[in-house]
Structures are given as C-alpha cells and as structure tokens.
C-alpha cells in the first residue's frame, strides 16, 4: 500500500526558505503516471494547492506562489521536496504531500511549519 | 483561473437527516475532474467522490455526488455521527493544478 510521509523542520524564519521532504513508500516514484503534489492548510483555514511535479520531471505551481516555490524529485531516494522561499507569517500552515491525478488518493499524514522568529 | 465556492458555509443538522452541500463553479468544470473530500480535526482529506459523482473505495453508499458544468453537489442520505466534519469539492484544471473550494462545516445541531 503506498503511504507517504512528510518530513522537514516544525519552526521557519521570516524571509528563509521553508524546505520539506516527502518520502514515498510501496510504491515507485518514477513508475507510474502521477503527479506527487504539495497541499497546505493554514490553521483554522482551508486548503491550497501550492505544486506538482509529473512522474516525467515537469513541474506546475500555484499562479499565486510560483515565483518562491521550488518543488523536485530524487528518484534515487524515492522522494521528492518542496521549498518555499522568503517565508512570512502567512506560510504558517500543515503541510501536505500528495500523490494525485485528477483528485488526491494518497495523502500524508502532514507536518505543522510555523513562520517566527 | 477557475474559482469554487462552496455554500453553506456551515451546515447545521442532527444524525439520521439529509445534507445536501453546494460547489458552484466560475467556469464550466468537466465532471471527469470534480472531487469532494471529507476532513476530520486533525487528519488529513478523505476521498469520498471523484468524477463528480463516482463514489471512492470503502466510501458508504449514503455518499452520493452529481451535478455537472458549473454547479455540483454532495450528498449524504442519512448523517450519521462520524460524518459531522469538513466537506471540500476540488477540481482538475487545465495547467493543470488543482483548485480547491472554501469547504462546509456539517455540524451537529
């Protein structure tokens, strides 16, 4: 069964750059078809996509995010990352992996990143 | 860029009643690409629909969705307790992303 889980520090500076890493389980990241997304949830608040890479290497991201969002894939590994860069309060949020085509089958579990100094 | 809404909301109702939940979309939606997702405090969303109306591995039969072009639904027949939560649709765009409505709360009245 595939699972994925989140992994990366809780606690981020204002104006470093988040990073996060989703490591994939039962399942190769390179074998199929998908996208391997990034979703966030600030507390209390609903949920955004901020980017997907294809099984292929391309990537797409929010119109919203696109100029800080570096999302990538480590084949060799079996995981892939985000970082988010220059990050303020307001990219307080859980953070969620995802494998996904249409909709989102395969969720981690997500990991809370809060934004202070 | 496609934009849901979702509506009401909140939903206030007791167990055994009919939910009936709204996402209305700012442009014609292809029923291939429209989800609804549960989310309970703490975890992570469920797929409980996909393709606008197929119902997703495990999901009870109470759970149904339809609608098409810019206007869909969900709908549970009958609410049972472990079904008060967070309800969001989502869609498939052509960037291709994903697109999420503001959810309904289906609270216990």
């Known amino acids: 069964q595939l699972q994925l889980q989140e992994s990366g520090p809780g606690l981020v500076k204002p104006s470093e750059t988040l990073s996060l890493t989703c490591t994939v389980s039962g399942g190769s990241i390179s074998s199929s078809s998908y996208y391997w997304g990034w979703i966030r949830q600030p507390p209390g608040k609903g949920l955004e996509w901020i980017g997907s890479i294809y099984y292929s290497g391309s990537t797409y991201y929010n119109p919203s995010l696109k100029s800080r969002v570096t999302i990538s894939v480590d084949t060799s590994k079996n995981q892939f990352s985000l970082k988010l860069s220059s990050v303020t309060a307001a990219d307080t949020a859980v953070y969620y992996c995802a494998r996904h085509h249409y909709d989102i089958r395969t969720w981690g579990q997500g990991t809370m990143v809060t934004v202070s100094s | 860029e496609i934009v849901l809404t979702q509506s009401p909301g909140t939903l206030s109702l007791s167990p055994g009643e009919r939910a009936t939940l709204s996402c209305r979309a700012s442009q014609s939606v292809s029923s291939s690409y429209l989800a609804w997702y549960q989310q309970k405090p703490g975890q992570a969303p469920r797929l409980l629909i996909y393709?606008?109306?197929s119902r997703a591995t495990g999901i009870p039969d109470r759970f149904s969705g339809s609608g098409s072009g810019t206007d869909f639904t969900l709908t549970i027949s009958r609410l049972e307790p472990e079904d008060f939560a967070v309800y969001y649709c989502?869609?498939?765009?052509?960037?291709?992303?994903?697109?999420f409505g503001g959810g309904t709360k289906v609270e216990i009245k």
């Open positions: 989502q869609q498939y765009g052509s960037s291709p992303g994903l697109t």
């Open positions: 393709g606008a109306s």
